[in-house]
């Protein structure tokens, strides 16, 4: 009876698996280029189809480097151009056929309208309320529940901003821990502080005369936002004694 020599076809299958990225690492590879990308969201692009990683034995995902290449075209597509994730993933996989496609439009653009003038940038991605109830696997009730305390809040048109997915999640993943949306409302205050002490920093530069500078208050917005998210961090974690990977 043949014996396999040591460092076989397990050793082939290791290697072959070196190259792959737990969803941990792919976090930390995209964060440099997008701060604001979270686990939740990386399972939600997988939900929606935008990657497909291998599973192990276990149901560990692994991605490989073309995974996390295409994550970082759909994330740029969505903070770039605006655009829903369906016409993401249709444009995509038309590239990766060999297709010569153009870039789409934004979305919400009707034929005949005239583009957006340069500066007013298009409107922010946002998903449908069926979407995001599949996304975060709940009912119409239970929605209804987080919108009374302000966790999440639909737009005008009846849409969500596309961050309500992770709002989402992590209102799922707390409540496995006894944690129930009305305990949240204290965090949504605190939220809601935050977010008027970055509002009151930019806003001189919102009304400027100069578009330049008016376009630039995006940008310190957002800079002010992540510090103020890492601080956050940094005190809730010095409050409890521990530190999170």
Do not use: C
């Not at 340069?118 to 069926?130: D, K, L, Q, S």
């Not at 974690?237 to 521990?242: D, S």
């Amino acid at each position: 009876m043949l014996q396999t020599p040591s460092g076989g076809a397990g050793h082939g299958t290791a290697a072959a698996d070196s190259g792959l990225m737990s969803i941990g690492a792919v976090l930390n590879t995209l964060r440099d280029e997008f701060p604001d990308i979270t686990i939740s969201k990386i399972r939600f692009l997988e939900s929606e189809g935008l990657v497909e990683p291998r599973r192990t034995p276990a149901g560990y995902r692994k991605f490989s480097a073309h995974d996390v290449e295409r994550l970082g075209q759909v994330l740029r597509m969505q903070r770039d151009h605006y655009l829903p994730l369906k016409v993401i993933r249709e444009h995509l996989d038309a590239m990766e056929r060999g297709e010569a496609v153009p870039l789409p439009t934004l979305g919400r653009q009707r034929d005949g309208e005239p583009a957006p003038e340069p500066g007013e940038g298009p409107a922010a991605a946002r998903i449908g309320r069926e979407e995001l109830l599949a996304a975060a696997g709940i009912d119409e009730q239970e929605l209804k529940e987080w919108e009374s305390y302000g966790l999440v809040t639909p737009l005008s048109d009846g849409a969500y901003d596309a961050e309500a997915v992770t709002v989402a999640s992590l209102v799922v993943q707390l409540g496995r821990f006894g944690i129930e949306p009305r305990h949240l409302r204290v965090m949504k205050a605190a939220a809601d502080r935050e977010a008027g002490l970055v509002d009151q920093v930019v806003a001189p530069l919102k009304r400027h005369r100069n578009p330049q500078t008016r376009a630039h208050a995006e940008a310190r917005t957002k800079e002010l936002a992540g510090l103020a998210v890492r601080l956050h961090a940094a005190l809730v974690q010095t409050a409890l004694g521990v530190r999170l990977p």
